[in-house]
């Protein structure tokens, strides 16, 4: 698996999106998209989810939004969470 990671966090509207979407566009099946962000991504993951992707979303004790998301159904994105 290879982990395409994006820090969000400090990025102003739209680029978490645009960032994302570039990785998505660009991703092969066992690549996996881990983002950090202040906010969960409402429109990415329907995005996403539109263009058969599979995403988990965690909110950790600083209340940061661990998403992962991948086209590899076969993988539980859980596993890949790291906090």
Same mark, same amino acid.
Request: hydrophobic share 40%.
């Given at each position: 698996?290879?982990?395409?990671? $994006?820090?969000?966090?400090?990025?102003?509207? /739209?680029? =978490? &999106?645009?960032?994302?979407?570039?990785?998505?566009?660009?991703?092969?099946?066992?690549?996996? $998209?881990?983002?950090?962000?202040?906010?969960? /991504?409402? =429109? &990415?993951?329907?995005?996403?989810?539109?263009?058969?992707?599979?995403?988990?979303?965690?909110?950790?004790?600083?209340?940061?939004?661990?998403?992962?998301?991948?086209?590899?159904?076969?993988?539980?994105?859980?596993?890949?969470?790291?906090?």
């Amino acid at each position: 698996m290879n982990k395409i990671l $994006l820090d969000a966090r400090e990025m102003e509207h /739209p680029l =978490p &999106l645009q960032k994302s979407m570039e990785h998505l566009v660009e991703m092969q099946v066992n690549d996996y $998209l881990y983002m950090l962000n202040n906010k969960k /991504p409402i =429109p &990415l993951l329907e995005i996403a989810q539109g263009k058969g992707f599979f995403h988990f979303t965690y909110l950790d004790t600083q209340e940061t939004w661990h998403i992962i998301i991948s086209k590899n159904s076969d993988i539980n994105l859980k596993d890949l969470l790291h906090v």
